[in-house]
């Protein structure tokens, strides 16, 4: 396995990150009418966590005995915004189309990206994604539902978290042993209202095998691809390609959902991955020049 993602150039192991993530999310979509969302987070959450603690049991038992109590409250609060986040964007996903969504949650990193800048280029792009995101929550003729929108700014607050806690818990805990946790720790936040909300819909064996393969698309492969590619990678180019994942949701909302955009929406999403780019360049920039103080 190793050797086969050492043959794919690293670009496309960061693009077949994104596809499957949001192939994953296209997938849970199409179960909700079957199940509410809250529930097929749960069942996502639960296999990930499952399959993450499988493959690095041994690494996380000797981390948890490791830890500090400071430690576990850092790793609580990153699976409190593993939670938050993923059940935001399933309520939001199931109002609105997958790629509006995606968009509107992108502002979490885009707001960690610049929240500490004192460049006026940054105030530009931070104007360039609003102006997007107004476009999108103008929507169609139709209009769109605002409650989507808002469940989707919660899920861009809850990524901003996730990204903020991330980089405490990748210092804390080995490996990926906090985000072992952290998985186990959201299923057990989200289960009671899965749990309830699921009934015995949820148990049935295609249910459990669809919820399987999203864990696996939006968690398992996607983690592993990306940590290869930022083995070879410089942050900065992790980050720009990164930023093309509100366009690749809203291709998987038009191939897998048929979800057709606007013209009017379709440039909406290309003023936020613009202002993405912008803002990762700008940010990699300020990070290679030489130190001043």
Same mark, same amino acid.
């Given at each position: 396995? !190793?050797?086969?993602?050492?043959? =794919?150039?690293?670009?496309?192991?960061?693009?077949?990150?994104? /596809?499957?993530?949001?192939?994953?999310?296209?997938?849970?979509?199409?179960?909700?009418?079957?199940?509410?969302?809250?529930?097929?987070?749960?069942?996502?959450?639960?296999? $990930?966590?499952? =399959?993450?603690?499988?493959?690095?049991?041994?690494?996380?038992?000797?981390?948890?005995?490791?830890? +500090?109590?400071?430690?576990?409250?850092?790793?609580?609060?990153?699976?409190?915004?593993?939670?938050?986040?993923?059940?935001?964007?399933?309520?939001?996903?199931?109002?609105?189309?997958?790629?509006?969504? *995606?968009?509107?949650?992108?502002?979490?990193?885009?707001? /960690?990206?610049?929240?500490?800048?004192?460049?006026? =280029?940054?105030?530009?792009? *931070?104007?360039?994604?609003?102006?997007? *995101?107004?476009?999108? !929550?103008?929507?169609?003729?139709?209009?769109?539902?605002? &409650?989507?929108?808002?469940?989707?700014?919660?899920?861009?607050?809850?990524?901003?978290?996730?990204?903020?806690?991330? $980089?405490? =818990?990748?210092?804390?805990?080995?490996?990926?042993?906090?985000?072992?946790?952290?998985?186990?720790?959201? !299923?057990?936040?989200?289960?009671?209202?899965?749990?309830?909300?699921?009934?015995?819909?949820?148990?049935?064996?295609?249910?459990?095998?669809?919820?399987?393969?999203?864990?696996?698309?939006?968690?398992?492969?996607?983690? !592993?691809?990306?940590?290869?590619?930022?083995?070879?990678?410089?942050?900065?180019?992790?980050?720009?390609?990164?930023?093309?994942?509100?366009? &690749?949701?809203?291709?998987?909302?038009?191939?897998?959902?048929?979800?057709?955009?606007?013209?009017?929406?379709?440039?909406?999403?290309?003023?936020?991955?613009?202002?993405?780019?912008?803002?990762?360049?700008? +940010?990699?920039? +300020?990070?290679?020049?030489?130190?001043?103080?």
């Amino acid at each position: 396995m !190793t050797s086969l993602l050492r043959s =794919v150039p690293a670009p496309g192991l960061v693009l077949g990150g994104i /596809v499957s993530v949001q192939l994953g999310a296209g997938i849970a979509k199409g179960l909700f009418s079957t199940l509410p969302p809250t529930a097929v987070v749960f069942l996502r959450l639960a296999f $990930s966590a499952i =399959v993450l603690l499988a493959i690095g049991f041994a690494a996380f038992g000797k981390a948890l005995r490791l830890a +500090r109590r400071a430690d576990l409250v850092v790793a609580v609060g990153f699976g409190l915004a593993l939670a938050t986040m993923n059940f935001a964007i399933y309520e939001s996903f199931s109002r609105i189309p997958l790629g509006i969504a *995606v968009t509107i949650e992108f502002l979490g990193p885009l707001g /960690v990206a610049v929240a500490f800048s004192r460049r006026w =280029v940054d105030v530009v792009w *931070v104007v360039l994604a609003a102006f997007g *995101v107004a476009m999108l !929550t103008r929507g169609g003729t139709e209009g769109i539902d605002l &409650v989507g929108v808002l469940f989707a700014l919660v899920a861009a607050c809850g990524w901003a978290s996730y990204i903020l806690l991330g $980089s405490q =818990v990748g210092r804390r805990f080995p490996g990926a042993s906090g985000l072992v946790l952290a998985s186990i720790v959201g !299923t057990v936040l989200v289960a009671p209202f899965g749990v309830a909300s699921g009934g015995t819909a949820m148990w049935e064996p295609h249910i459990l095998a669809t919820s399987a393969v999203i864990a696996l698309l939006s968690s398992v492969v996607p983690y !592993t691809l990306e940590l290869e590619a930022l083995r070879r990678l410089p942050a900065r180019v992790f980050g720009i390609l990164m930023s093309l994942e509100p366009a &690749v949701a809203a291709l998987v909302g038009l191939v897998v959902l048929n979800e057709i955009l606007y013209a009017r929406e379709w440039f909406a999403i290309a003023c936020v991955v613009m202002a993405c780019l912008g803002a990762t360049r700008t +940010r990699a920039r +300020r990070a290679e020049a030489p130190a001043r103080d």
